[in-house]
């Protein structure tokens, strides 16, 4: 009864060792989709106003491997950002966007790798308020991020990355002036945490 058990266990533990090993082989195929939500409040007692500022990203990647455990590939993205406040003042800020990543694993096991990531970025923004102000654009962003990556099926894995870094630039027509800005960011924030699920083709 034992060598059967065994003996199965054993074929079992091959064909994981092996097709999680298989993930990060050239020409393998992949697919991403996740996401991140973050939100604050804050009070200002000597006015006693109170405000909401909440934020959602959505986003979708397609990769394929290709030599030394670096996979490359493209993305679309969703984002929403918008506040309440209680002198009845509310905004929202919608962006969609597309664009080009490239990542660098390191396994660390059969099941867990880390991995660095350079994505670049370009997006349309539509921003308007319940006062009557719209507000539309353009941004473009590379970003840098680190992530680690779990298996916990032969073809299922979990993601979870963080930004470390990014360099944005955003041309809109802010209240029909024209508006640019450009900006280096160096330090996480709690909305730079994204969590999504993916599976190899």
Known sequence: MKIPFLTCLTI???IVNYSSKAQYDPGTKYWVVGGSLSGNFAKN???SQSSHLQSLNIYFKSGKFGANKVSRGWLADYSLLWTESSNFFNYGSHSIGAGYFINK???L???IGLYAEATGTGRYIFDKSNNGDKNDGF???IQANVGLRYHFKSKLFLDCSANIGSINYKNSDLRT???ESFYVGLSP???SFKIAIGKTL
């Open 45 to 47: 007692i000597t006015y």
């Open 177 to 179: 002036n024209n508006s």
């Open 105 to 107: 694993f390191l396994p």
């Open 139 to 141: 941004e473009a962003s």
């Open 12 to 14: 079992i533990l091959v």
């Open 189 to 191: 924030t709690i909305g």
């Open 109 to 111: 096991n059969k099941s």
